[in-house]
């Protein structure tokens, strides 16, 4: 591994502004409808941000067009199906787009009874527009990449984790991305690649960027915090609590979910679904 880096690693955050369109859904023909039609920064918004206000949310991430299906126009199994697709197991928004309405359209040709939306219950088709910003911050080196992790915001671990997929188009991260080419360290590149940041808060998944980075510093993630970062309390209290986790919370989306190499397989046996593109 090269002590030293020929660029630096650029953190970089990011913020949405987003708008609310004209577009509205009452029940599913219409959700159909607007799926098919709308911009895909609107399917982006209403995919995608339910990962970065986690928090916020306080629920599980599900995308809107599964949660107002199931919660909203009650048709439980099929807003379990739209659930399942996870959109950031999509390199892309077209291949997210095209599953979401193959899902809708099987149901509808089962003739089902069409459920409608109660009064201020619509679906409003939303766009984002994301604004890109320069933290300002940078790591030459992997002890200050490890600093710069502890001082970066969740919005920056956002940009950097989940848009660099739809930006990139492939299964990766920028920071696995600069580790690999600029530190020459690829064991430590794939494990964050293979990280499963569907099932993990922002902030569980700073803690197992720690978690990764101490193991091949051969340091104890307490330890590594403590010594090359400063972190909050509350922050050290979830890296411990994310470190007596399951390696995997498993199976939510395993109708749909594509495996990762090199990770588990924990869905079932039977399953012949297929998924987007990859």
Known sequence: MRNKAKNPFVFMTSSSLVTITDRKAYNIKELLEGIKEVSGSSIYHHSHQVYREWQTFGRPPIHDFGYWVGEVIREKGLGERLAAVDPTQYDDIRSFRIRLAEIIEEHLASDPIINQAPLGSQFNFCESTSIILDTGTRAGNLDEFIQALGRITSRSLY???????????????????????????????????????????????RAHLFIILGKYRGVPPRELVKKVVQLPAEMIELLMDTISYPVRSLNRFFDEKIKSEGLPDLRPKNNNSKGGKK
């Open 159 to 205: 940009y950097h984790l989940f848009e660099a997929r739809i930006r990139l188009h492939r299964f990766d991260n920028d920071f696995s991305i600069w580790l690999r080419d600029q530190l020459e360290a690829p064991e430590i590149a794939d494990a964050i690649s293979k990280l499963d940041i569907s099932v993990s808060s922002l902030e569980q998944l």
